[in-house]
């Protein structure tokens, strides 16, 4: 494996671990927020108020007033994405072709939930360093896909899942 591709490996498992992070403790609770209050665990962690001040910080609409649409796509992070991340992140090095694939539909369906995000984030006003985080969702899938599909296939006949 070329240095290159090494870094590239640690990039994306660390970006897999940080997002797995953001769906348990910001996605979950956009979702929740409107069932909980400041009495509920995510309310004494302060969670409210850090919603609160990111949608403030960064011209947040989403997060502030998520639409029905964007509670879907959250949704669909917390059913199917959290999953993958976790198990991902500890099996990247592996190479399985499982997670070849899977990884190539994750890393799909990650860009194309931003299709309809970031133009509108553009449209509500968001400021540059709101754009830049959710810019980390664009890049990295983009890394991911280059790297699933540059770096040598996973080896058939090994305790790798062979292809098919």
Sequence with gaps: MSPACSVADVIIVAYLVVHALVIVF????????????????WGAL???????????????????RPPLWFSSILTVEVIFQLPYCLIAAATWHRRSLWMERVGLVYAAHVLTTMVPIVPELVASGARPAG???????VALPLLMLWRLLTAPPAAEGSSKAKRT
């Design 26 to 41: 910001v996605d979950s609770f956009v979702l929740m927020r409107p069932f909980v209050g400041g009495n509920s665990p």
């Design 46 to 64: 302060g969670m409210t108020g850090l919603l609160d001040g990111w949608a403030e910080l960064a011209g947040d609409e989403l997060v502030a």
């Design 131 to 137: 754009l830049a985080v959710y810019g980390v969702w």
